[in-house]
Nanobody
Framework: VQLVESGGGLVQAGDSLRLSCAVS????????MAWFRQAPGKEREFVAGIRWNGDATRYADSVKGRFTIAKDNAENTILLTMNSLKPEDTALYYC???????????????????WGQGTQVTVSS
């Protein structure tokens, strides 16, 4: 499984940004996909997740109502639309895949076997 993130950048507070995670390799029919982020000096944290069939999503409290995760079936891509960005959203954002995600969308990074290289999001105040 290969995961390649894109879409990061430098924006101002209140702006929007959309991250993409291109998925290739084996079929991920039973997987959950998630976005994590890691700011300097902080632990990697769960941001949002979606089951591969799209029937369930989960969000961190800090992004609920501002971020939306979705799956583009045609492009085999996981999207993260981020609105009303805040300086505290600044981090390196990673896409990840969990082969046991058909049960539930898990919150801890160690549960995810496959990772992308990350894309930087910087929000200025």
């Amino acid at each position: 499984v290969q995961l390649v993130e894109s879409g990061g950048g430098l924006v101002q507070a209140g702006d929007s940004l959309r991250l993409s995670c291109a998925v290739s390799g084996r079929p991920l029919l039973s997987y959950a996909m998630a976005w994590f982020r890691q700011a300097p000096g902080k632990e990697r944290e769960f941001v949002a997740g979606i089951r591969w069939n799209g029937d369930a999503t989960r969000y961190a409290d800090s992004v609920k109502g501002r971020f939306t995760i979705a799956k583009d079936n045609a492009e085999n891509t996981i999207l993260l639309t981020m609105n009303s960005l805040k300086p505290e959203d600044t981090a390196l954002y990673y896409c990840a895949a969990d082969s046991a995600g058909w049960r539930m969308i898990r919150l801890t990074s160690r549960e995810y076997e496959f990772w992308g290289q990350g894309t930087q999001v910087t929000v200025s105040s």
